[in-house]
């Protein structure tokens, strides 16, 4: 059967690599992605507010999608700058989308969570899939909110919808949006454009992270998977590599001889030192088989070349 496909918050660091793989499955009959904004990403592009119930009804009722990949979002340090933007569209969004979905009954939804859904009394090493969950940014917390929503959807409604608790993802193709774990996609940037880094994060900071072609891997890998190997319908741990700003610098400066970094922490170190520092994310790899590609080196050696040819510059 061929799939009708649906991909909101599409302009995002997740969306862009997505709607790509997504376009290029022969299981896709079509593909359309919705943002606040015109998109330019070779599919059907709308202009879609997630907060706005009765558009995004509409848009569903009219486009008839098998499938949604909801990924609008107010990231985390975003969130908080502007915490009642953050709840509407995180969560009033989210309820609109799922209510659509059981309404026009999609065969699948997407959500992503994150590991901001844990808190400063979650397990920091090794994390595991069930644990205290105390988030303490507005971010967070709507992502934890988010959780139940779609477990209570699955159980209420039997509606299909997946989910995983993303690290901090890094991309080539799409600037920093807001997150606390962007220094490790901006650091490349200023490592290429002016060879020095100011971090907002201290030097040893340890956060999970995961390298954007592994992303979209588990997000189709999981989408593929039976339900009947399903075990976890809330969100599923996500792992993939755990590195600081100091060991993330000192890959860039075999890169590129001569690169610098210095410290500022801001508001943002606080929001990391809540988070974990590694997952166990064990229940993914036996339920659907999930296994990561890029260590620390590659992941390092394939952004920076990429992102060095992408700014126009020569790679060594």
């Not at 969560?91 to 059981?102: E, P, R, T």
């Not at 060879?195 to 592994?214: H, S, V």
């Not at 593929?224 to 600081?244: D, E, M, R």
């Given at each position: ?175 920093p949006g807001g997150g606390t774990t962007d220094y490790a996609i901006h650091i490349f940037h200023e490592a290429i454009r002016t060879g020095n880094y100011l971090c907002f994060l201290e030097a040893n900071t340890r956060l999970p992270m995961m390298y954007i072609p592994d992303a979209v891997k ?99």
């Amino acid at each position: 059967m061929s799939n009708r496909i649906l991909v909101i918050g599409a302009g995002g660091q997740l969306g862009t690599e997505l709607v790509q793989a997504l376009a290029a499955d022969p299981a896709t009959a079509e593909i359309h992605a919705a943002d606040l904004r015109h998109l330019d990403l070779g599919v059907p592009s709308l202009e879609l507010d997630v907060v706005d119930k009765r558009a995004v009804f509409d848009i569903v009722d009219r486009l008839r999608p098998t499938h949604i990949y909801h990924l609008a979002a107010i990231l985390s340090a975003a969130g908080e700058r502007n915490p009642a933007l953050a709840w509407q569209v995180n969560l009033d969004g989210l309820m609109n989308v799922l209510d659509a979905a059981v309404a026009h009954q999609v065969r699948q939804v997407f959500w992503p969570s994150s590991i901001a859904a844990f808190g400063p009394n979650t397990p920091r090493q090794h994390t595991p899939q069930h644990c205290t969950m105390d988030p303490n940014t507005v971010y967070g917390i709507t992502k934890l909110t988010g959780e139940r929503l779609v477990e209570y959807y699955h159980a209420r409604f039997d509606l299909d919808v997946r989910s995983l608790r993303y690290p901090g993802l890094i991309s080539w193709k799409t600037e920093p949006g807001g997150g606390t774990t962007d220094y490790a996609i901006h650091i490349f940037h200023e490592a290429i454009r002016t060879g020095n880094y100011l971090c907002f994060l201290e030097a040893n900071t340890r956060l999970p992270m995961m390298y954007i072609p592994d992303a979209v891997k588990a997000t189709l890998d999981l989408m593929a998977a039976p339900a009947k190997t399903l075990t976890v319908w809330s969100s599923y741990n996500l792992g993939a590599i755990s590195f600081t700003p100091a060991e993330l610098a000192a890959e860039i400066e075999r890169l590129q001889p001569g690169f610098t970094i210095e410290y500022a922490p801001d508001f943002r170190q606080q929001i990391a030192t809540s988070w974990p520092e590694s997952i166990d994310d064990s229940q993914a790899r036996a339920d659907w088989g999930w296994a990561h590609t890029f260590g620390l080196e590659a992941m390092a050696r394939d952004m920076y070349t990429h992102l060095k040819q992408s700014l126009g510059a020569q790679v060594h």
